[in-house]
């Protein structure tokens, strides 16, 4: 290998290697599209839920993209057809998603075309194209997300974070209550 080709493939380990360190937890933080902090000090970084991009095959695609209602402390809420909280960003205006980059990684959009479970108005289903292209599933007009701290069904540890983030009641309005 010549030196020139050498220092490419070092040159694309660095780069590579800091990417990814952008991804990872650094700590407890990331930002949204406001630059606030969007975890809370020393919150892990598990997994991200489900976001609807899973092998149509199998069905779960389609399970993620049904929302639905559960009763939770904070009242009737919309989840996904797994049960996972899906969240609403303040910074957001009405069919428009302003969460992009770090804030992505913590707040994972609903990706694809939503359908009406059991409570949900279908006349309040609708999607944005976002700037990369995915379509992101809405309520409300109102962009849908998962929080990556929820980890099991009913889980609402997203709510009031940064007093941006909300869960949605099933009239399609944010629920304001901290938790």
């Keep these: 290998m010549s030196a020139r080709a050498g220092l490419r493939v070092v040159t694309a380990a660095v780069l590579l290697g800091g990417a990814l360190a952008a991804c990872s937890d650094d700590g407890g933080t990331a930002t949204g599209g406001d630059g606030a902090e969007t975890m809370a000090p020393g919150a892990e970084t598990p997994t991200a839920p489900s976001t609807g991009t899973a092998d149509a095959t199998d069905g779960s695609a389609a399970e993620a ?62 999607s944005i194209e976002r700037s990369d292209g995915t379509v992101q599933a809405t309520y409300n007009d109102w962009p849908l997300y998962y929080w990556q701290n929820d980890t099991a069904p009913g889980d609402t540890t997203g709510q009031n974070v940064n007093e941006v983030w909300f869960v949605l009641g099933a009239d399609g309005e944010p629920i304001m209550t901290a938790p």
């Design 65 to 126: 993209t049904t929302l639905g209602l559960a009763d939770t402390d904070l009242g009737e809420i919309v989840v996904d057809g797994e049960g996972m909280t899906l969240y609403m960003f303040a910074n957001d205006s009405p069919g428009t998603s302003t969460c992009e980059g770090d804030c992505l990684v913590a707040w994972p959009p609903l990706e694809g075309e939503p359908t009406a479970g059991e409570g949900i108005d279908e006349a309040l289903l609708g």
